[in-house]
């Protein structure tokens, strides 16, 4: 039966993609609310009903201790004896059948899916956010909103139909019961009805800014802790155990203090809520005595009132406290809301098509990119790479090399200027389909915490087992993975390789990337650094690896050590993010500028390179 109610809405249904999310909390949450429009109406009729039945059964109490009061118990119950079991029998079975519905769709419906549906919405979202949105932020921290943003919005909804429905039908039902007995007994519930909502209004007011600082402050230590364990061998390295210590500590103290902020307005609002509470105990249950004293009001009346206002006593730190926690999760999303709905900047065109690759010939034409600082970067850099060329780029930090590699994968969009592929502009085709036609290898290159087949299969995942093997073997890599194991016993191909694969040497990491690369078998390939983890003899069979996989490819290599692009069709010297020199290793040497410098600096005779 259960199953029925998890399967009431489908949180992975497809809905309406968009670049920008609402900003503001009610537009943002209607988005995830639609799904559920039908649940929630039912869920909250159920929770009426449950609020009438426990109403009606602190009246019919009342009615009870009257019908005692008419007569001996045969008497009794031979008038009333068939209405009081047909409402027995209405508590028995109707009123469980309420509150299973009622639980049901709160518990199995709406906290199983609600929080689901928005994390899966929202790290969708954020997937699509370009590579440079995070570099400006600490992995932790977005990952962190993702995480309690959604359970925070589940606990709002629930805490609506838990209690506000509830608290509101059976504030209203215990004002008609206390009218109908006596209209003078509505006096004291109106004026405590009155501080309450002033009691609840300065409460909200300042619990929702000081959840959303709380929250950002929790946020920030999950930032600075996620920051030290993913650069553990640094922090270790440098002997800076102290430094992390404290450095996570300002911001646990910071979060610290919001928290004692948080608390004290809670603690202000839980006596208050007590002054208010007993004034109202002893003006409603004193007046219904004094009514019953000057004979204007029953036995059953004065236990009706009693027992309803000693309800509503108990309900209302209850409902103080579900409504607090309410307005906190609210201020939680509203922290979580600045990561979930981050416009996406770097889009394709609407309708783009997919990049119609034919040779492989890659115009940089008049490029400059500052990443909006006005320096830095490339600045009107403009190459021609013809199909199948072999290009090397060297210069020194900060010369522009990256940002030449990023600007072709378009993780950036240029300033000014175009890169295109066989004639065709990269800002206006499709993201994903160039860079199917991209392969890549980086510097540092970090694995995915899956196994070592994942690893290799990521860029391809359709290719066979035999595929991956080959993959690794020209890659130089297939002996040492058969030698893997890993904490859980997994052994070989199967092996899991540790967050960033941690767990492997940085050569091992570098030629697990290049088997990927090789899988991959993109016709442009981009070598940044491919084979600068790798000691002298692994970089020599690396070496020739690489080049047997570059022919018939179109091919930019970055390096530092320039014994690995000596052998390129060209060279393109980088210098303060413009195009210094270009041609080949030999006439860049005789021209005796900027590459001949490089070179004299460098060794030379390094493996692979057979001439000076």
Request: zero cysteines; hydrophobic letters at 50%.
């Amino acid at each position: 039966m259960l199953r029925f109610f998890e399967n009431l809405v489908d949180p992975y249904q497809s809905y309406a993609v968009t670049d920008t999310p609402p900003r503001k909390l009610w537009p943002f949450l209607k988005d995830y609310i639609r799904p559920f429009k039908r649940v929630f109406w039912a869920t909250g009729l159920f929770s009426v009903g449950n609020a009438v039945f426990d109403t009606a059964l602190i009246w019919y109490v009342g009615q009870v201790v009257d019908y005692l009061g008419t007569g001996t118990p045969a008497e009794v119950w031979a008038n009333y004896g068939t209405e009081i079991l047909l409402v027995a029998a209405a508590i028995l079975f109707l009123r469980p059948l309420v509150a299973v519905a009622h639980v049901a769709l709160l518990h199995n419906t709406i906290l199983v899916n609600f929080g689901t549906m928005m994390r899966w919405r929202a790290h969708s979202h954020v997937l699509r956010q370009p590579v440079g949105w995070f570099e400006s932020d600490f992995a932790g921290r977005i990952a962190n909103r993702i995480m309690q943003t959604p359970p925070a919005a589940g606990e709002a909804v629930f805490q609506v139909f838990d209690a506000s429905a509830f608290a509101l039908v059976m504030l209203a039902g215990a004002g008609v019961v206390l009218f109908e007995a006596d209209g003078r007994l509505l006096l004291p519930l109106l004026v405590w009805f009155v501080g309450y909502l002033i009691l609840m209004r300065w409460t909200i007011s300042r619990i929702v800014p000081a959840s959303k600082d709380a929250s950002d402050a929790r946020s920030a230590v999950t930032g600075r802790v996620v920051d030290a364990y993913t650069n553990i061998h640094a922090v270790k390295l440098s002997a800076q155990y102290d430094r992390e210590r404290d450095y996570a500590k300002e911001a646990i103290e910071r979060a610290r203090q919001t928290i004692a902020r948080e608390m004290r307005i809670i603690t202000k609002m839980d006596l208050t809520l007590t002054l208010l509470n007993v004034l109202l105990i002893l003006a409603v249950t004193g007046w219904a005595l004094l009514l019953w004293y000057q004979g204007e009001a029953s036995v059953g009346m004065v236990t009706v009132a009693t027992t309803l206002v000693l309800r509503l006593s108990s309900m209302t730190y209850w409902i103080m406290w579900s409504t607090t926690n309410l307005f906190e999760n609210l201020g939680v999303v509203q922290e979580g809301m600045e990561t979930i709905t981050h416009p996406v900047t770097l889009t394709d065109a609407l309708q783009a098509p997919v990049l119609q690759f034919h040779a492989g010939k890659v115009e940089i034409d008049h490029v400059s990119h500052h990443y909006g600082r006005g320096f830095g970067g490339l600045r009107d850099v403009s190459l021609t790479i013809k199909p199948g060329e072999k290009v090397g780029v060297v210069g020194r930090s900060g010369a522009g090399k990256s940002s030449l590699v990023k600007l072709m994968l378009r993780f950036y969009d240029t300033e000014s200027g175009a890169i295109r592929i066989d004639g065709q502009n990269i800002a206006d085709v499709t993201q994903e389909s160039l860079r199917r036609v991209i392969g890549m290898v980086q510097q540092d290159s970090a694995l995915l915490h899956r196994s070592i087949r994942d690893n290799i299969l990521y860029a391809r995942p359709d290719a066979t087992e035999a595929d991956v093997v080959a993959a690794a073997k020209k890659a130089d890599a297939h002996d040492f993975i058969l030698t893997l194991q890993d904490q859980e016993g997994r052994t070989g191909y199967d092996a899991h390789v540790g967050e960033r694969g941690v767990k492997l040497s940085g050569g091992q990491r570098q030629r697990v990337a290049i088997a990927r690369v090789i899988l991959k078998d993109a016709p442009i390939l981009i070598l940044d650094e491919a084979t600068s983890a790798l000691d002298s003899e692994a970089e020599a069979a690396i070496q020739d690896a690489l080049f047997r996989i570059m022919a018939g490819k179109t091919v930019i290599a970055i390096a530092h050590r320039l014994s690995t692009i000596a052998a390129m069709d060209r060279i393109i010297v980088l210098e303060d993010g413009a195009v210094a020199e270009e041609g080949s290793h030999h006439d860049l040497l005789r021209q005796n500028g900027l590459y001949a410098r490089f070179w004299a600096r460098q060794s030379g005779g390094f493996i692979g390179l057979e001439e000076a």
